[in-house]
Structure formats: C-alpha cells, structure tokens
C-alpha cells in the first residue's frame, strides 16, 4: 500500500513538473535572469531572441545552435521594454572570426516591439555567426549595442531538458501501464516487495 502511494504521488510530481512553465522556457531555466536567448541593452532591459527553420524544421525554435545551413531562417526580437519601440534599430549578422557581414538592415523603427529578420537561405556555411543589434540614439553616443552568438550547421541536438522531458513521458507511461495491467502491476508489486525486504 505505500508503494502505491509512493508511486501514485511521485506521478504527481512528475506531472506538475511536466506541466511547469519554468521547464519549458529557454534553456530550461526560469525567468529571463537565466534565459540564455537574451540581450541585454542596459541593466535589467533586454530584447528576447528566438531563430527558426520552418521550411526544415516547422515546430522548433533555436537560440544559440541553428542546425541547418541554406535553408531560409528567420531571427525574431522581441523588445522586453516599450520605451525601445521608439528609437531606429540596426541589426547585422557577421561570419566570425573574420567579421564578414552576411545580413545587413538599416536602423528603422519597430512599433509593434517585435522584429522578424528573414534570411531566404539563412547562412551559407557552417560555423559561428555574431548578431550586432545597434539602438540609435540622438547622438552617437547615446547608441545601445548589444551581441549575441549562435552557431549554425551542425545539425538538431538534443537538449539534457528535452531528455529528461522524454524520461518523464516514458515514466508516466509506464505508471498508466502499472494501472492498467494486471499482470504488470503484480511483477512491479513483487519486485517491490522483494527490494523492501532487502
């Protein structure tokens, strides 16, 4: 009886962790203090950024690696302060380490606070990319930059939180499994009963 209960609540637990909306943000971290698909303009402002490949990869959103290169890409910002909404916004995509541009747009002004870049084949070749994101001001001087790198062409890789999402699916399978099948549900009570008694 109390492994079914033990069982029963860790289901629970599974469940609401599953359901967390903390576990499925960006890098599986909470909140923007740790969420890696940021800029930051100044202190405790920033611009969220998220890269997709929706002719190769229509459900998934990228941050720091995009997996395929000469596939169109499209990188969205969305401003996090309204205040930005007002000043012209420059951005430009260079290949590191040496510099050349491979996206250019000029500094307009983005009223809707959110930005959609659109690379018809995205980069041409693998390897590490800078995005430089200039906020102009009235005066030079008064300009906000910000970087932010990512990696392109090495292919999908899986995330440790997408692998402990697909261990929690597989657990809570298993636990629908154990309540529904008798005979099951008699080997797992056994093998439960046998390490209780060790």
Avoid at 152 to 159: D, E, F, I, V, W
Wanted: net charge neutral.
């Amino acid at each position: 009886m109390m492994s079914k209960n033990i069982m029963r609540t860790s289901f629970i637990a599974l469940l609401s962790m599953l359901f967390s909306a903390s576990l499925w943000a960006h890098g599986g971290a909470a909140g923007t203090d740790t969420d890696q698909c940021k800029f930051e303009l100044e202190p405790e402002h920033w611009i969220h950024y998220t890269a997709y490949q929706p002719t190769a990869y229509p459900a998934e959103d990228f941050c720091g690696n995009i997996p395929k290169t000469g596939v169109l890409t499209q990188l969205v910002f969305d401003y996090q302060d309204v205040r930005y909404r007002n000043r012209s916004v420059e951005f430009e995509v260079t290949k590191e380490p040496e510099g050349k541009r491979v996206f250019f747009q000029e500094a307009k002004k983005h009223k809707s606070g959110t930005v959609v870049l659109k690379l018809p084949n995205g980069v041409s070749e693998p390897g590490k990319y800078l995005i430089h994101i200039t906020l102009k001001g009235r005066t030079e001087g008064e300009n906000l930059d910000a970087h932010m790198s990512f990696v392109a062409g090495q292919g999908m890789s899986t995330s440790s939180t997408n692998l402990f999402i697909y261990f929690l699916f597989l657990l809570a399978g298993l636990y629908v499994v154990y309540l529904s099948h008798a005979g099951f549900k008699a080997k797992v009570d056994s093998l439960l009963s046998k390490a209780k008694d060790v």
